[in-house]
């Protein structure tokens, strides 16, 4: 058995009854609390209103005084068929959110008495920022370690829980708002530093507001594209060695003192091992993948370089061509000479994805403005005929990096999609000065191949399960700052193997046209398989009664009396709950090993740690994912079995990434609909050409 911990500690209550204060009155001073939250006597003195606000422990003068104990009174009582049981009493005790947002403002008030930097909010937890041993190389900035503590109830032990987390750093600029004002707008300014406190820019005190020279903002990314800053590259790093390195410090530093633990009375094992009872495994041969002639593995670059794709497609007739700046020529024959598999490092395209490489130089664009290449590229392709018995394929060398902050020149990148979509092409873009700087360019050839093949309807590996007569379909989100837009949502629908089939995009509020996509898609499914036994949808949140109730409405109109199982999928951020394999260096669990987190809701570690042993640091360590299941028909995720497929589905939806040879940690059912939903508000009504709503473009 796996030897896990948690990021969690647990405490009793230090008091066994409290005294609280309520009023009646809004105060931004107090903290609000919903009307069926509060005890009866509140409502009582007051009288019933949406929401009551309280002091806590701080007696005001007015305000009404409620003690009770902080544990409820359970008397016995007899079921119909005479069998014991307990019943808790209502009224004996304060609300458990009463009480978590109580232990969270003590917790907050605490390290705010001890003269730390504490992020205003302790609703739901609070944020600690400490002075980084981290030096910032540029000088700029002055860096803090920022630590999060969120109180919680019986999450996974029998006691209160306090989550520790590392939030990682943060920069602060040197600079103040009077020195940055004239290059950055006042909007793009959010949190800043003032007199040892953390504030909102627009809800600075009136001594800030007279003093800009003694402000200084928090790095953002409006700030970042407004000042010119260069685009860091990510942390490759092992995020499970920092987290737990940074929580066990602050746990060290700040938790386990007397002090603190006089005020919260923390168990003094420390972080709480996770029990076996809670720990299961997806099945041995979920990681198995199909390739040519059905062989099998679990690596998808071994199983292209040993078999060759699971299916090239119907296309043979393809024709490719450059679209390139007159400068990166050179770039474009490199690239060239690896497709057709004269360089060494890459076979090429006919050998490694088994189909023709045939450029067409004919259809060759070349252009000579590098900042706006749009003009140019656009005459070319509206003048050029494409002959519809042909498939084409473009591949753009592109003189503007993707990691470039100039929004004009990026729009580039996504009107050339758009309008090869138009002339129904593919695409493949390119970053010409990636490929200048890198010595090795056949590194990410394999990557190139396998996105060209899925881009011409190909399947370079599907999974290795069998048929069931279920239909899967993802939903995924993308916030989009660039636009009024908040978010776009997209459904895709799959077969259970792995298939892709077709997808839709709609705003956030679009919930009907969402759902109808959903209706369609099944439709079209029981069409051909009639004996269609449920629908699952992979969502990228829990999904709202709202958007559940005309998904049902569809199925109830077309007779279809199916369960609907929605999987709520998302990603761990580093203020989440996380757990740790002690007996490994690199901490980061088997993959396919699961966590019970709750009812139904589990951790999902979805990496290539297959062996105990062996692992190549280069995967990466990606956190766990977290599933919540939920059913149309509750009864039915009380079914272990049941239980166990669907995390085991999620599992293997997310070895169909075919942008990379490389594994990814969320299953394409969420993470393709989120790769469209960033593109979508690019184009022109926020439309998806007809030709790229089935097939993978956007890889």
Not at 595 to 614: A, D, E, H
């Amino acid at each position: 058995m796996a030897n896990l911990c948690f990021n969690i500690l647990t405490f009793d209550h230090p008091k066994e009854e409290l005294r609280l204060y309520f009023t009646n009155r809004e105060d931004i001073n107090l903290t609000r609390i919903y009307h069926t939250l509060v005890p009866d006597e509140v409502i009582e003195k007051f009288g019933q209103q949406e929401h009551y606000y309280t002091s806590f422990e701080e007696e005001r003068e007015g305000f009404f005084p409620v003690t009770k104990a902080v544990k409820p009174t359970y008397e016995k009582k007899l079921d119909k068929f005479g069998e014991e049981y307990s019943q808790k009493i209502p009224n004996t005790a304060f609300s458990i959110s009463i009480l978590k947002r109580y232990y969270n403002s003590l917790i907050h008030k605490y390290f705010a008495d001890n003269g730390l930097m504490v992020k205003p909010n302790f609703i739901h937890d609070t944020e600690v920022w400490l002075p980084s041993k981290k030096g910032d190389s540029t000088g700029n900035f002055n860096l803090f370690d920022r630590y999060c503590l969120k109180v919680q109830f019986k999450t996974v032990s029998k006691f209160l829980e306090l989550l520790v987390t590392f939030e990682g750093t943060s920069k602060v600029y040197k600079q103040s708002i009077e020195e940055l004002q004239e290059s950055v707008r006042p909007e793009a300014f959010n949190w800043v530093l003032f007199d040892e406190g953390l504030y909102k820019f627009n809800e600075l005190p009136s001594s800030g507001k007279r003093a800009y020279n003694q402000v200084y903002p928090v790095w953002n990314f409006d700030i970042r594209d407004a000042l010119g800053e260069p685009t860091e590259a990510p942390d490759r790093g092992n995020k499970y060695i920092k987290f737990k390195e940074g929580i066990d410090s602050f746990y060290d530093t700040h938790i386990n003192v007397e002090e603190f633990k006089n005020l919260i009375p923390i168990n003094s094992k420390g972080f709480i091992a996770v029990e076996g009872k809670r720990i299961g495994n997806v099945k041995p041969n979920s990681n198995q993948l199909l390739f040519a002639e059905s062989n099998k593995d679990n690596v998808p670059m071994n199983g292209m370089k040993k078999f060759g794709p699971y299916d090239t497609g119907t296309s043979t007739n393809i024709h490719f061509f450059y679209i390139v700046h007159e400068s990166d020529k050179k770039a474009a024959t490199t690239i060239h000479h690896h497709l057709l598999g004269k360089s060494s490092g890459f076979s090429g395209l006919s050998k490694f994805i088994n189909i023709p490489y045939f450029p067409n130089k004919d259809l060759a664009i070349y252009y000579q403005n590098k900042d706006n290449p749009w003009p140019e590229v656009y005459e070319q392709i509206i003048n050029t005929y494409f002959d519809p018995d042909i498939r084409y394929f473009a591949i753009y060398i592109s003189p503007i990096s993707k990691e470039t902050t100039d929004k004009q020149q990026k729009r580039v990148y996504y009107k050339l999609k758009e309008l090869l979509l138009k002339k129904k092409i593919s695409s493949q873009v390119i970053d010409a000065k990636k490929l200048s700087k890198n010595r090795s360019p056949h590194f990410s050839l394999p990557n190139i191949a396998i996105a060209i093949l899925a881009k011409l309807n190909g399947t370079p590996w599907r999974l290795d399960s069998n048929i069931k007569k279920e239909l899967v379909v993802g939903v995924g989100a993308f916030k989009n700052t660039d636009f009024d837009i908040k978010y776009v949502g997209s459904a895709f629908s799959f077969s259970n193997n792995g298939k892709f089939n077709r997808f839709e995009c709609f705003q956030q509020n679009q919930i009907k046209e969402l759902a109808g996509s959903i209706y369609k898609a099944v439709k079209e499914y029981a069409v051909h398989n009639p004996e269609i036994k449920r629908l699952v949808i992979h969502f990228y949140k829990t999904m709202s009664r709202d958007e559940l109730a005309p998904i049902e409405d569809g199925l109830k109109s077309m007779g279809l009396d199916i369960p609907v199982f929605i999987v709520s999928i998302n990603k761990t951020e580093s203020s989440d709950i996380v757990a740790f394999d002690i007996d490994w260096d690199n901490l980061m669990p088997l993959s396919g090993s699961y966590i019970n987190i709750g009812y139904n809701k589990f951790l999902l570690f979805n990496n290539t740690r297959y062996y105990k042993s062996f692992y190549k640091k280069s995967e990466g360590f990606p956190f766990p994912i977290k599933l919540k299941i939920e059913c149309t028909q509750p009864e039915l995720t009380k079914d272990i079995k049941t239980v166990k497929e669907l995390i085991d589905q999620v599992y293997q939806f997310s070895r169909m990434y075919w942008k990379s040879v490389s594994q990814q940690n969320l299953p394409v059912t969420i993470k393709y609909p989120e790769m469209v939903a960033e593109m979508l508000p690019h184009f022109d009504g926020n439309e998806i050409p007809d030709f790229g709503k089935d097939k993978l473009w956007f890889l």
